[in-house]
Structures are given as structure tokens and as C-alpha cells.
């Protein structure tokens, strides 16, 4: 079993930065892919960033490509995500997941644990 709590969020201005944390707990961290996804209101969870057990692969959705940044720390069993350029359009609520190891997967049906998210609201 692995726990995962996201901080970090808030409201921000578009052409901001925030900075998503995910704490992690319970099982080995660094046996697990650790990926993001966001939900925005009335719309499906879709599929942000992942990073591989040992931080060598990274993933990223088109639509945040060159504007975040995903990363871990296994030492302190953390994942995080960078975000810039931030955009009305990246207003969901964020969150952190965590897979067993193998190939990267954009999909939440392959994620085993989830953390209770965290709002991210972004005005223009």
C-alpha cells in the first residue's frame, strides 16, 4: 500500500508558476512509476506527467510539453511537478499516482494508488 498527498496548489495568474508536491509513504518509492493527472470540471482525468522509478524516463502530455517539469526525490519519497507558463485552461485538480514499475503509462487504469488532490486555479 502506498499514500500519496499532493500540496502546493492554489490560485495563480495566468503566465505564473506554481510548484505541485506529492509526499509519499507506505511501500518501497522507489519500486514505482510516479505520473500526475488533473481533472478539470465536468471533464475526464487526463494524463500530465510521469517519470520512471529512477527518474531516467519522463513523459509528458502534449499540452504541458516545455512548460512543466516533473521530478523525484527518492531519498525524501517525493514527486513533484514544475509548472510555468500557467494557462486558464491548466485549471483542474491535480493529482498524484503511482504505478508499479514497468513502461510509463498515460492511462489512470494503470495507476494503483492516488492521492486526494490538490486545486489548481489559474485566471486570466
Known amino acids: 500500500q502506498v499514500q500519496l498527498v499532493e500540496t502546493g496548489g492554489g490560485l495563480v495568474q495566468a503566465g505564473g508558476s506554481l510548484r505541485l508536491s506529492c509526499a509519499a509513504s507506505g511501500r518501497t518509492f522507489s519500486c514505482y512509476n510516479m505520473a500526475w493527472f488533473r481533472q478539470a470540471s465536468g471533464k475526464e482525468r487526463e494524463f500530465v506527467a510521469a517519470?520512471?522509478?529512477?527518474?531516467?524516463?519522463?513523459n509528458y502530455a502534449d499540452s504541458v510539453k516545455g512548460r512543466f517539469t516533473i521530478s523525484r526525490d527518492n531519498a525524501n519519497t517525493m514527486v513533484y511537478v514544475q509548472m510555468s507558463s500557467l494557462r486558464p485552461a491548466d485549471t483542474a485538480v491535480y493529482y498524484c499516482?503511482?504505478?508499479?514499475?514497468?513502461?510509463?503509462?498515460?492511462?489512470?487504469?494503470?495507476?494503483?494508488?492516488w492521492g486526494q488532490g490538490t486545486q489548481v486555479t489559474v485566471s486570466s
Open positions: 499516482a503511482a504505478s508499479f514499475c514497468g513502461l510509463l503509462s498515460t492511462t489512470p487504469g494503470r495507476y494503483a494508488y
Open positions: 517519470i520512471t522509478w529512477n527518474g531516467g524516463n519522463t
